[in-house]
């Protein structure tokens, strides 16, 4: 069965850091790349960041830009979102999805999420003091 699962997320102080890992069962993760969306209470989901299956290529949402750093170790096949000087703003639910990419895609890396394939349950990130 393919699953992503995501972890890492909790109650942070503004400011505060945390790491959010995406772990893939059921399928090679370094055949995808990997995004990384999130919906705040009363938004619409937003894509985050996303990294190339070969880890080549990794873009990022301008309000994250600085502040978050997507890396992946697919001999773990894990992705993971660190996430470091965090707001209020930041707050919402952090989804990982899988978007299959090999041969000439492996450099690719989109940002809409109707190019994913494979979505987690997700996991709340909460910034408040």
């Known amino acids: 069965q393919l699953q992503l699962v995501e972890s890492g997320g909790g109650l942070v102080q503004p400011g505060g850091s945390l790491r959010l890992s995406c772990a893939a069962s059921?399928?090679?993760?370094?055949?995808?790349?990997i995004g990384w969306f999130r919906q705040g209470p009363g938004k619409e989901r937003e894509w985050v960041s996303c990294?190339?299956?070969?880890?080549?290529?990794?873009n990022y949402v301008d309000s994250v830009k600085g502040r978050f750093t997507i890396s992946r170790e697919n001999a773990k096949n894990t992705v993971y979102l660190q996430m470091n000087s965090l707001k209020p703003e930041d707050t919402a639910v952090y989804y990982c999805?899988?978007?299959?990419?090999?041969?000439?895609?492996?450099?690719?890396?989109?940002?809409?999420?109707?190019?994913?394939?494979?979505w987690g349950q997700g996991t709340q990130v909460t910034v408040s003091s």
């Open positions: 990294i190339s299956s070969i880890g080549g290529n990794t």
């Open positions: 059921g399928f090679v993760l370094n055949n995808y790349a």
């Open positions: 999805a899988a978007d299959f990419a090999l041969g000439p895609l492996k450099n690719r890396c989109r940002n809409y999420f109707n190019n994913y394939d494979y």
